[in-house]
Every structure is written in structure tokens, then in C-alpha cells.
């Protein structure tokens, strides 16, 4: 009877698997402008690969989501429709970090399935997207796991920073070193966004966005030159690790446990031909969720002067410096004096670092708030997660009544379905109360800024404040990060740094800290880099005595009408121009190489603009300060010379005349 029994089986699975192949069906779907190429295979598994300009860039690679009751949706799948539509919309953004209007334009198609799923895919002219929508109706739904994979057909190269955690805790800031597929570890994984490039120089950057009520997807090297999807797990039992970490013992043995219907995560692949293109690329922020209709009007992006990274080390004053009363009027009186909009009071304006209500005796929060009030800069308050977690609504009421701008919720370092949810629970809570949200210890963006408008930017960067404790952060980093970390969204890098230094004078100063590269360096970043809350990293009193930086750094906005790729090679160089108004401002920056650059200014035909110029100065390869500013007239009808030192930038505003 066993050996009848055996026997059924093996013909049951040669019927399903032939019944399978007989109904195997290829799909293509093409990008408007018909360069990109997805090819979804329906047979024993859906796989699906993708072509861009005739070359196959991503071999079939299979995807499936299995449920807690066994069910695979993906496997030995039953089309029962299809459809392809195409759409041109234009997305107008609340706080427009690269553009105010977007062109949302886009070849979709949806695949029904029995079994109550479905998948769609979407071909953009700049990236391609998947995700899966399940119509099952039941009280909720469990996800044991996903199946990602891509498969390459070369070794391609890669800037991939591997987590070594394996309950994926981390704070997310990569470094991205240049390497290749092949030179990972088999089940080494990586948190996104992860960019590979073919030998051609044809870039894919690889991530995730309208993610809500599921983890983060990490890829790991699947041993064979690909990847695949890894999760982190809802945690079953942990111990707290002083006043902001925990050791997780154990994990549940499923990914997430959610509700359905239900629309999962996108799936996303940026291609870019070039690899100016990354810097301009939207595709993640058109695949999330629009927010509500309503007045937007309170929501002020603007610039921050930052107490932490230079450790309130002010000098010139006739009081003590620290975490008081007296320190953060300085502050207030220095934002005014150069029209910043804010100050931040990070780490130990609080009692106890657990305790969010109450002060530290030294500082009085209402008092600073309505002294700031008087001199029109607003204050942001910086708290840890998991206090504000376990009493949200009674905290945030506090803030709200004291008058301040936003918070900085810091420290979450994890992934798991629990803490995306939180994230969200977070933006909701403030945008009811009209809160402004910097997230830190984050992971990547992932969309939620789109929906909710009030969370300007994130941390989960690699940036400056590592300065204080390492050698890392170096001008090839710096110029690697707007080609990587940026492309999904804003990243709060907190530049600003008044101290610079050349490779050879870099030194760890953690109360004094300084930046590898040029000033000329530094100022480029308010131009390149993309965040509606943009710090000032420095002491007052450094930015005080470097008045004329500072001055030139707070007339360059933080959020843009329009922006440009000029220029750029990954871990090279990077040049953009942004516009906001009617001024024009243009940034670059080049790793430790001297840099000699002709670009076009395609926005610019016909029109002549005056420039206000801050370069290296003649000396900067020997003292990093050094640099100049020069006012000059520049033709847009002519190539624009940029020239750079080592570890240097240039930044130009430019005023269209007349």
C-alpha cells in the first residue's frame, strides 16, 4: 500500500507540473518609450526578467508569497486575466525635494490569479516595479515568507554594505564599498538601497516603497552570483540593552501577520543608462501612496542650527556652555541673525533620556520656545522611540502645548513589521497635531513622506557626525551617497562642518570635530544633497566667526521647484542645478581627485545669469578651509568651467539678468 501511496504522489506532482507547462504563457510589458523591457513567465512558478535596450540586464527570477495556511501565492499559478493600461499623470508634490511637478507616466499590467491574488507590474522610461495585491477576505492573514530573487547574468559590480546582524538591528548607515557580485559571501545580506552596474555602465539600484504593516526587505547573496529576499521577524522575546537597545532572544517563525485584502510592497528597480541619472530618478516617490486631500500650509521645511554634533562647544560668551537655558538663546539669537528657521534640542534636554515630559533642571523648554517665538525660529525636540511609543498621545500633547516645531525621534535600529508600523503610527500622530518629523536611526525611505508630508526627512546615512569617532566618512563617500542612499529620498547627512581638513591633517575630535575635504566641500552638499530639513552641523560660534560661509549657506533653500543632473560619475563627481523661485543654484563636489569639469546648462539657452561663485580657494590642497567667492556673469549658451581641488566642491547662485 506505501508503495501505491508513493506511486499517487509522484503522479500527482508529473500532472500538476505538466498542467503547469500546458497553460505556460510569456508576458511582455514595455516602457513608454520602449527601451525597458519586463517578460513575466507564468508556468510551474511566475518569474519575470528585464531588458533594457535589447540587453538582458536581469535573468527570470522567481516570486511567490507563502501563507500561513500553506498556500503559495506565485506557485503552480492559475491565470485567469490580464490587462495592460498605460497612464500620464502629473503628481504635484506637498514638499517638493526635487521637483514640485512630477511626470507620473507608466505601462501597467495586472495579472489575476485564482486563489484571490494578483501581481502587478509596472514599466517606467526610468525603472520597473512589481507587487503583489491579495483579495482574499478573512479577519487577517499570516506571511510566512517572500520569495525575491534577481538573477544577473554576469558578474556585475556592486556598492553593497553587508549587515553582519542576524536579527537585522542596525542603524543603516552604509558605506557602500565598490566591489562585485561575486566577492559577496553566500546568505551575506544587505539593507537597501543596493546598486549594481553591467559592464556597459548600465546602473540598477534596487529597493522597496509603499511599505506598510510588513518588514523591510534586505537582499542576500544567494551563492550563486544573485540575490535573494531576507526579513527580519517579529520579535517573540527580547531584554533591554541600556536605555535605547534591546537583545533579541527570540522571533516568531513568520515575517508578518497583517489583514487582507491588501496591497504589499513595491518592488522597485531603478535603470539609469548614465549615472547622472540616479540623482534624478522619482520612481520610488511615484509608487507610494498621495496623501490626503487638505491644508498642507503649516508644513515649513527650512534650515537647523544643530547643537550635537559640536557638542555645545560655543566659546566667546560670558556664561558656561552645555544643555541650558543660556546655551540654546545663543542659538536662537545666532538662527535669527542669519534667518534660519530653527534650532534643535537634541539628546539631554530631558530629565532622563526614558523620561519626555520633564526637563533637564538646567533648561527651561516653554521659555526657549517663546523666546524663539520673538525672534521667529522655531524649536525641534529630540526624544527617544520607545518612550514616545508608550505614551504617544500624552507626550506629543506636551510638545504641542509648549509650541514646538517637530521632533526628532531617534534610535529605532531595527526593521520588522512592529516598527515600520510605528513609523506610520508616528507620522499619523504628529500630522493630527501638526508636528514636523525628522526620523532617526532609521531605516531607508520607503515612501511614508509622500503620504505623509509632514515627516520631512531620515536619517540612515553614513554622514557627518561619524567624523567625531572615525575616518570614514571621506569625499569618495561623500560623493557615492547622492548615486546610492539619496535615490529613494531625503537623508539628513547634517553637513556643515567649519573645521575642514586635507587627508593628511584629518584628526577624531569628538568635541571638536572636523570634515575630510574642502569648505568649498561642505557648502556643495546644501546644493546636492536632499533634505527639506537641513542641519547646520557647526558650533554658532565657529559659523559666527566663518560669517561669510554662513551667509552663503542660508540663502540656498532646502526644498526645489526643479532639479537637474548635469554631471557625475558614481564615487567620482557629482553635478546638479536645482532651481527654487527665480535663482538658480548649482552644486558639485569631486572625491579626493582634482577635478576639471565643462558642463551644459540645458535650462539656461539664451539667458545670462549673474553668478555669486564659492570655490576652493588657490590653497585649500595644504589648509581645507581655504576658498573664495567670486561674482561673475555666466552664458547659457556657453560650457560652464568647474574646477575643483582635491576632496573639493563648488556651488554657484545664479540670478537671471535681464
Not at 506557485?75 to 497612464?87: E, G, R
Not at 541619472?277 to 522619482?282: E, G, M
Not at 526637563?359 to 527617544?384: E, F, H, Q
Not at 572625491?591 to 539667458?607: E, Y
Amino acid at each position: 500500500m506505501k508503495q501505491i501511496s508513493y506511486q499517487k504522489i509522484f503522479l500527482f506532482y508529473v500532472f500538476v507540473l505538466t498542467m503547469s507547462f500546458a497553460q505556460a504563457k510569456d508576458i511582455v510589458l514595455l516602457s513608454p518609450d520602449k527601451k525597458i523591457q519586463v517578460k513575466v513567465e507564468i508556468a510551474d512558478t511566475v518569474r519575470w526578467s528585464l531588458q533594457v535596450n535589447g540587453e538582458q540586464l536581469l535573468n527570470p527570477g522567481a516570486i511567490w508569497l507563502k501563507l500561513g495556511n500553506g498556500n503559495i501565492l506565485g506557485l503552480a499559478p492559475k491565470l485567469q486575466s490580464q490587462k495592460i493600461t498605460a497612464y500620464h499623470k502629473t503628481i504635484t508634490a506637498v514638499v517638493p525635494i526635487k521637483q514640485k511637478k512630477i511626470d507620473d507616466v507608466y505601462n501597467e499590467l495586472v495579472l489575476s490569479f485564482k486563489d484571490d491574488y494578483s501581481i502587478i507590474f509596472r514599466a517606467y522610461n526610468d525603472g520597473v516595479a512589481y507587487r503583489f495585491i491579495t483579495n482574499i477576505k478573512q479577519n487577517g492573514i499570516t506571511i510566512l515568507d517572500e520569495k525575491v530573487s534577481y538573477n544577473f547574468p554576469a558578474d556585475y559590480r556592486v556598492f553593497w554594505s553587508g549587515e553582519k546582524s542576524p536579527t537585522f538591528q542596525s542603524h543603516y548607515e552604509n558605506l557602500y564599498p565598490d566591489s562585485t557580485m561575486s566577492a559577496i559571501k553566500a546568505n551575506d545580506y544587505a539593507a537597501m538601497p543596493l546598486l549594481v552596474q553591467n559592464k556597459d555602465g548600465v546602473n540598477l539600484l534596487f529597493s522597496e516603497t509603499d511599505l506598510y504593516d510588513y518588514p523591510n526587505l534586505f537582499l542576500a547573496a544567494d551563492g550563486y552570483g544573485g540575490l535573494k529576499s531576507a526579513f527580519p521577524k517579529p520579535i517573540a522575546e527580547s531584554k533591554p540593552v541600556r536605555d535605547r537597545d534591546i537583545r533579541i532572544i527570540k522571533t516568531h517563525d513568520y515575517i508578518a501577520a497583517t489583514t487582507s485584502p491588501r496591497k504589499f510592497p513595491w518592488r522597485t528597480v531603478v535603470v539609469a543608462t548614465q549615472d547622472k541619472d540616479l540623482l534624478v530618478n522619482q520612481l520610488n516617490y511615484k509608487l507610494a501612496t498621495p496623501p490626503p486631500t487638505g491644508n498642507y500650509d503649516w508644513i515649513k521645511p527650512g534650515q537647523v542650527a544643530w547643537d550635537w554634533w559640536n557638542a555645545n562647544n560655543i566659546y566667546g560668551v560670558n556664561f558656561k556652555s552645555g544643555i541650558n537655558t543660556e546655551t540654546y538663546k545663543y542659538y536662537i539669537d545666532f538662527a535669527a541673525k542669519f534667518g534660519i528657521d530653527y534650532i534643535m534640542l537634541d539628546e539631554g534636554w530631558t530629565r532622563t533620556t526614558t523620561d519626555l515630559m520633564n526637563m533637564n533642571p538646567n533648561i527651561d523648554v516653554k521659555a526657549l520656545i517663546d523666546y524663539g517665538t520673538t525672534k521667529n525660529v522655531g524649536v525641534w525636540l529630540w526624544c527617544l522611540w520607545e518612550p514616545l511609543d508608550k505614551d504617544m498621545d500624552k507626550i506629543l500633547d506636551q510638545y504641542v502645548a509648549w509650541g514646538a516645531k517637530g521632533i526628532k525621534v531617534d534610535f529605532m535600529a531595527r526593521a520588522e513589521q512592529y516598527m515600520v508600523n510605528y513609523y506610520e503610527r508616528v507620522a499619523k500622530a504628529c500630522m493630527q497635531r501638526k508636528l514636523m518629523v525628522d526620523l532617526h536611526g532609521a531605516y531607508k525611505p520607503v515612501g511614508l513622506h509622500y503620504q505623509y508630508p509632514n515627516v520631512l526627512t531620515y536619517e540612515g546615512v553614513r554622514g557627518l557626525e561619524n567624523n567625531k569617532w572615525e575616518k570614514t566618512i571621506t569625499p569618495k563617500h561623500n560623493v557615492t551617497l547622492p548615486f546610492t542612499r539619496m535615490v529613494p529620498g531625503p537623508m539628513d547627512y547634517t553637513p556643515g562642518a567649519m573645521i575642514n581638513a586635507t587627508a593628511t591633517n584629518f584628526n577624531v575630535v569628538f568635541t571638536q570635530p572636523m570634515s575630510m575635504g574642502t569648505r568649498a566641500h561642505q557648502v556643495a552638499m546644501y546644493v546636492l544633497y536632499e533634505s527639506p530639513l537641513q542641519m547646520l552641523a557647526d558650533n554658532p560660534s565657529n559659523l559666527l566667526k566663518e560669517s561669510v560661509t554662513t551667509n552663503y549657506i542660508t540663502k540656498i533653500p532646502t526644498v526645489w521647484d526643479e532639479s537637474h543632473a548635469l554631471d557625475g560619475k558614481i564615487a567620482e563627481y557629482a553635478v546638479m542645478a536645482r532651481k527654487h523661485g527665480n535663482s538658480w543654484y548649482i552644486g558639485a563636489m569631486t572625491n579626493w581627485k582634482q577635478r576639471s569639469l565643462q558642463v551644459d546648462l540645458p535650462f539656461a539657452k539664451g539667458k545670462k545669469y549673474k553668478a555669486v561663485i564659492f570655490k576652493d580657494g588657490i590653497n585649500s590642497d595644504k589648509h581645507a578651509s581655504d576658498y573664495q567667492i567670486v561674482e561673475t556673469t555666466i552664458s547659457g549658451d556657453e560650457l560652464l568651467k568647474i574646477d575643483m581641488a582635491s576632496g573639493g566642491g563648488w556651488t554657484a547662485i545664479l540670478t537671471e539678468v535681464n
